[in-house]
């Protein structure tokens, strides 16, 4: 009797929750065999993203594709199976000199992951996107043949797979640069805005930076709208250390991470609570600015510090809405959202505004181009669909774009992209609901 492999599976919002087939292997004979046997399949990698993107009715997890492959110190080149987690790949590298060229705001999420979704971070405006330092990688595809893509062999699928929401095969292998560095700590300034004029006008002044991002509390309305405080850092060099980091530049005390036991209760997360914290937060920083060295993780990663903190949503769960807005009129089409956001009352916990370079024209599937993007988190309730669909129409309004890894709910507005690659196998949930959606 064959095993029962159907089970719920969710991704980190924890909306949806869907009963489908999962399984998951570690040698590539048995892939080609899984794959050969199903119609269709999307690849799972650690479940970190927020909306359906790697849900559907077959999912393969690469979990047990864990291994590394190869570690070029001389030059900082990596090789590893597409399960291995970007933390992974930090505990070998950082103690070595290296860190990833771009990360985003959670290090627990897989390299096939950050190749499909071709994540980016707080320093697009400087180096792009992950598929930037990416030489190769092996995809499977629908016949169960493995082939190699790069730039130069099999470019096609190398660029289709790229940002293509795991929508051309399963990624076996990904081959990528890494950074050097001095030390594991970052160089900070923290500057406070009062509203919205003033946090664009101090984005365009740390152009030069190549790390920048700014907390913004989405429920202030007047002279008060888009009060926010700005993040910018550079990696310390070992000379700029305090003393009692400059000892051992390169490795970083363990922490304690304290854990989420529970879902909280749906009354917790409100309005009034989230004012409250974001209010709390702005006033933590007495001085309008701040200079201080942090380690990498509390600059790139301070969320992954609490365990399971996606439970402080609820059972109900919720999604994460990110958009980006041409940079030309950015900062009116942010004006628009943050208004509607705080007429709402539906506030996000946590709202974070970034600044996008120039895209690559030959990644075609990725999310990024020149502008601002606003990533909020939203708790599920009966008033969100209508929140989603008035954002999803400001958007379109100004030429924007929705994030497909963090979409579970937007509508009307998405781009065509994804139609770009559809294929006769690897399909997702959340490539259905488009297709149907625009349609």
């Not at 594709?65 to 030059?75: A, E, T």
């Not at 708790?379 to 954002?391: F, G, P, T």
Request: glycine share 8%; aromatic share 12%; net charge positive.
């Amino acid at each position: 009797m064959k095993p029962n492999f159907i089970q719920k599976v969710t991704n980190w919002g924890n909306f949806p929750v869907v009963e489908k087939e999962m399984r998951s292997e570690d040698s590539f004979k048995k892939i080609k065999e899984f794959v050969l046997n199903h119609n269709e399949i999307i690849a799972r990698g650690n479940g970190r993203c927020y909306g359906d993107a790697s849900l559907g009715e077959t999912i393969f997890s690469t979990k047990k594709l864990n291994k590394f492959i190869s570690f070029d110190r001389l030059n900082g080149i990596i090789e590893c199976e597409s399960g291995v987690l970007l933390s992974d790949v930090l505990e070998i590298s950082v103690p070595q000199g290296y860190f990833l060229y771009v990360t985003p705001g959670t290090k627990f999420i897989s390299v096939g992951g950050a190749v499909a979704s071709d994540v980016h971070g707080k320093n697009h405006h400087a180096e792009g996107c992950f598929s930037e330092y990416v030489t190769e990688f092996k995809l499977m595809t629908e016949n169960g043949n493995i082939i190699t893509c790069s730039r130069e062999e099999n470019s096609d699928k190398f660029w289709a797979t790229i940002g293509g929401m795991g929508l051309t095969g399963i990624i076996l292998t990904v081959k990528f640069k890494l950074k050097n560095i001095e030390s594991a700590y970052i160089r900070q300034e923290s500057i406070k805005a009062e509203n919205l004029d003033e946090i664009f006008r101090l984005f365009e002044e740390s152009e030069n930076w190549t790390y920048t991002v700014a907390w913004i509390d989405c429920l202030q309305k007047g002279k008060n709208l888009g009060r926010s405080i700005l993040m910018r850092g550079e990696h310390a060099f070992q000379h700029e250390l305090p003393q009692n980091m400059a000892k051992q530049p390169l490795r970083l005390k363990k922490k304690l991470q304290p854990t989420v036991p529970f879902y909280f209760p749906g009354f917790v997360l409100n309005a009034l609570t989230v004012k409250i914290f974001n209010l709390l937060y702005y006033k933590k920083q007495a001085k309008k600015e701040v200079k201080s060295f942090v380690d990498y993780e509390t600059f790139f990663y301070p969320l992954d510090a609490i365990n399971d903190w996606n439970k402080i949503y609820g059972k109900a769960g919720f999604i994460q809405y990110q958009m980006v807005i041409p940079k030309e009129t950015g900062k009116e089409g942010m004006k628009q959202i943050l208004e509607t956001i705080a007429a709402s009352g539906n506030g996000s916990f946590l709202a974070v505004l970034k600044l996008f370079g120039k895209n690559n024209p030959e990644a075609y599937n990725s999310f990024p181009f020149e502008g601002y993007t606003l990533a909020l988190d939203f708790k599920v309730n009966s008033k969100l669909e209508k929140l989603v669909e008035k954002l999803d129409n400001i958007v379109q309004q100004f030429g924007g774009r929705i994030y497909l890894t963090k979409d579970s709910m937007s509508r009307s507005s998405l781009t065509n992209y994804l139609k770009n690659i559809q294929s006769s196998k690897f399909v997702s949930l959340q490539h259905k609901r488009i297709i149907n959606n625009n349609s």
